[in-house]
């Protein structure tokens, strides 16, 4: 059964930076494709990123190609986006999720980026 739990929100001013975590359990996390998908206020879920299970391919949306970097350790069960730049449209809850849907993920990780 797929368990995944996403860290490492908060609050930042535009142009600041944040990592967010996801540890994963009950599935075979290093043979898994594995994507980030957000969900702002009002709006549907919207895909981020993706990254193969061996770290490449990397894919992103163009709304954050060039600032964010998706990244995975499969020693640790874990998948990472690092986001740099931030800009108020990035506020969202943040989900990392077996496909593009948001299939299996979990409560999400709240971002905010306001001054």
């Known amino acids: 059964q797929v368990h995944l739990v996403e860290s490492g929100g908060g609050l930042v001013q535009p142009g600041g930076s944040l990592r967010l975590s996801c540890a994963a359990s009950?599935?075979?996390?290093?043979?898994?494709?594995m994507h980030w998908v957000r969900q702002a206020p009002g709006k549907g879920l919207e895909w981020v990123s993706g990254?193969?299970?061996?770290?490449?391919?990397?894919n992103y949306a163009d709304s954050v190609k060039g600032r964010f970097t998706i990244s995975r350790d499969n020693a640790k069960n874990t998948l990472y986006l690092q986001m740099i730049n931030l800009k108020p449209e990035d506020t969202a809850q943040y989900y990392c999720?077996?496909?593009?849907?948001?299939?299996?993920r979990g409560q999400g990780t709240q971002v905010t980026v306001s001054s």
């Open positions: 999720a077996t496909d593009k849907s948001g299939t299996g």
């Open positions: 990254i193969g299970f061996d770290g490449r391919p990397q």
């Open positions: 009950g599935f075979s996390f290093s043979n898994a494709f």
